[in-house]
Nanobody, 129 residues
């Protein structure tokens, strides 16, 4: 059982930055593909970014490409989402998710075609004046 804990959310002005962290209280994340999702009020959950356990390849949805960066700190098994140039439309609850993923399925995970096995409780990101 993997228990995920997100942190780093908050209120930031448009154009600002935040860094989200995803850690596992139950053990290392080095054997899992990790992805970030978000859900804004009244909207469906959408995939944001993913880092594959197979080859460390990174994947991004079009709305965040060029502004967000996902990275994995293998020393302490934490995954980060660096979010720059934040926009009001980035306001949402952000969730990290993990899956053992032997088949490099980041694209399927982000596209909602397949679901990931473990989820955190989410952290609120609010972008506004």
């Amino acid at each position: 059982q993997v228990q995920l804990v997100e942190s780093g959310g908050g209120l930031v002005q448009p154009g600002g930055s935040l860094r989200l962290s995803c850690a596992a209280s139950s053990g290392p994340l080095n054997e899992h593909t990790i992805a970030w999702f978000r859900q804004a009020p009244g909207k469906k959950r959408e995939g944001v970014s993913c880092v594959s356990v197979i080859d460390d390849s990174t994947h991004y949805s079009d709305p965040v490409k060029g502004r967000f960066t996902i990275s994995r700190d293998k020393a302490d098994s934490t995954v980060f989402l660096q979010m720059n140039s934040l926009k009001t439309e980035d306001t949402a609850v952000y969730y990290c998710a993990a899956d053992r993923d032997p088949n490099n399925r980041c694209a399927q995970f982000l596209g909602g075609v397949q679901s990931m096995g473990y989820w955190g409780q989410g952290t609120q990101v609010s972008v506004g004046p």
